[in-house]
């Protein structure tokens, strides 16, 4: 049963930092790419950013590049995201995902207020 759980979200004031940590399990972690989703209340679900397998060339959306990086740690089945100078806009619910799978976590939220 593949399973994701996000954890280290939580409210944060603009221009704060933040580091999200993603467990997944019910598949080989290693042999899949990761990736980043946000989503707003309303909106559609926004890829933030995407690790291939072995962790090299990320891929990051528009407005994460500069700001967040992406990391995975093979050995625990963990994927990261490293938020930094964060803005109201980057408010939303984070899940990490495999490409490919129906699955998604509950996510961890991440409010951005002063």
């Known amino acids: 049963q593949v399973q994701f759980v996000e954890s280290g979200g939580g409210l944060v004031q603009p221009g704060g930092t933040l580091r999200l940590s993603c467990l997944a399990s019910?598949?080989?972690?290693?042999?899949?790419?990761m990736s980043w989703y946000r989503q707003v209340l309303g909106q559609e679900r926004e890829l933030v950013a995407r690790i291939f397998s072995a962790g090299d060339s990320p891929m990051y959306a528009d407005s994460a590049k500069g700001r967040f990086t992406i990391s995975r740690d093979n050995g625990k089945n963990m994927v990261y995201l490293q938020m930094n100078n964060l803005t109201p806009a980057d408010a939303a619910v984070y899940c990490c995902?495999?490409?490919?799978?129906?699955?998604w976590g509950p996510g961890t939220p991440v409010p951005v207020s002063s």
């Open positions: 995902h495999r490409p490919g799978l129906d699955s």
């Open positions: 019910g598949f080989y972690f290693r042999q899949f790419a």
